[in-house]
């Protein structure tokens, strides 16, 4: 059974930083492409990066691009989102999945299992 578990979400401060973790199960991590989505509240789930099954290239929204960073570990099948210079905007539920597609990575469609996400709130 594969699951994928998000940690790392709370209330923050605008201006401060978050580490947001998702720990994979049941699946062999490292022929999955993973990636991280946010949804806020009344607005559709939204791309914020996806990582290569070795770790060598992220893509991000351009909204994220200099504030996220995405990155993985194969030996721990964990994935990481940090976080910084957080915005009231950035309040939402942040989800993890993963991917045996390599492409197509910002669409929610192009993603196999979902973990059931990690509330951020920012507080201006």
């Known amino acids: 059974q594969v699951q994928l578990v998000e940690s790392g979400g709370g209330l923050v401060q605008a201006g401060g930083s978050l580490r947001l973790s998702c720990a994979a199960s049941g699946l062999t991590f490292n022929t999955y492409a993973m990636g991280w989505f946010r949804q806020a509240p009344g607005k559709e789930r939204e791309f914020v990066a996806a990582?290569?099954?070795?770790?060598?290239?992220?893509w991000y929204a351009d909204s994220a691009k200099g504030q996220f960073t995405i990155s993985r570990d194969n030996a721990k099948n964990t994935v990481t989102l940090q976080v910084n210079i957080l915005k009231p905007e950035d309040t939402a539920v942040y989800y993890c999945a993963a991917s045996i597609r390599s492409g197509s990575l910002d669409r929610p469609s192009s993603y196999d299992y979902w973990g059931r996400g990690t509330q951020v709130t920012v507080s201006s």
């Open positions: 990582i290569s099954r070795s770790g060598d290239s992220a």
